[in-house]
């Protein structure tokens, strides 16, 4: 699963890019929880939690239905 997510990451990376931020996937448990940690400009972001759960996490989920949530580490 830990590729389809990585590979799923690089679909909205440049989102992130194009803001001056990026994302790093750090774990991918078992049990469908993707951890991930926002570098760059969406590290300090307030709209930080928007974009992990309306944008990272709406597309984790809607390519791979087995996740069932993103977390910022």
């Given at each position: 699963?830990?590729?389809?997510?990585?590979?799923?990451?690089?679909?909205?990376?440049?989102?992130?890019?194009?803001?001056?931020?990026?994302v790093?996937?750090?774990?991918?448990?078992?049990?469908?929880?993707?951890?991930?940690?926002?570098?760059?400009a969406?590290?300090?972001?307030?709209?930080?939690?928007?974009?992990?759960?309306?944008?990272?996490?709406?597309r984790?989920?809607?390519?791979?239905?087995?996740?069932?949530?993103?977390?910022?580490?």
């Amino acid at each position: 699963m830990r590729e389809r997510v990585e590979k799923t990451l690089e679909e909205v990376r440049p989102m992130l890019q194009a803001d001056g931020g990026d994302v790093e996937l750090v774990d991918v448990s078992d049990d469908g929880i993707v951890k991930v940690r926002l570098t760059g400009a969406c590290g300090g972001c307030p709209m930080s939690t928007y974009t992990l759960k309306m944008g990272i996490e709406k597309r984790l989920k809607e390519a791979i239905p087995e996740i069932k949530s993103v977390e910022q580490v």
